[in-house]
């Protein structure tokens, strides 16, 4: 575990874009943050539960992207945000806001324009009937790359909050 003062800790929030996250995707953010001593914060339309220790519960409107909105509105530069929602996570990479998806992928500004292409191609493709849509099962596989990117990333934002 890494070491950091008491002010650097609490400057660093793990945001959650709770509404159509893996319960294990939730519980890790909420197991990790409490023992790095972090700030959790779920945002979603309705009350979503962890069983794996401390974490704040926001529940937003129930319009479109108001998760979105108040978890945009209300993180800053250090805070990492969990997402599968790529428009969001364009928004919040243009921000400077760390973030990653449920299977592990760290959004950047080298990657996140080409990603947001492909999701847009995909979903004309899906419109028009060329191409059906469907969900993926969430697998031990991709919760461990998603806890390996997890780690690394708020190792690094933790590294950085100390200098």
Known sequence: ???????NKSQITIWVDADSCPSLVRNHAVKMGNKLGLKVIFAANKAINSDAGQFEMIICEAEKDAADNYI???CKTGDL???RDIVFADRL???GISCINDRGT????????ERLSTRDFDLQLAQI???KHHHEGYDKKKFAE?????????HRLLRNAKN
Do not use: C, P, Q, W
């Open 1 to 7: 575990m890494t070491e950091v003062s008491d002010t």
């Open 72 to 74: 945009f509105d209300n």
């Open 81 to 83: 945000i969990i997402t």
């Open 93 to 95: 990479v243009e921000k």
């Open 106 to 113: 760290e959004f950047t500004r080298e990657m996140i324009k």
């Open 129 to 131: 009937g060329l191409v």
């Open 146 to 154: 998603f806890a390996n990117s997890f780690d690394k990333v708020i």
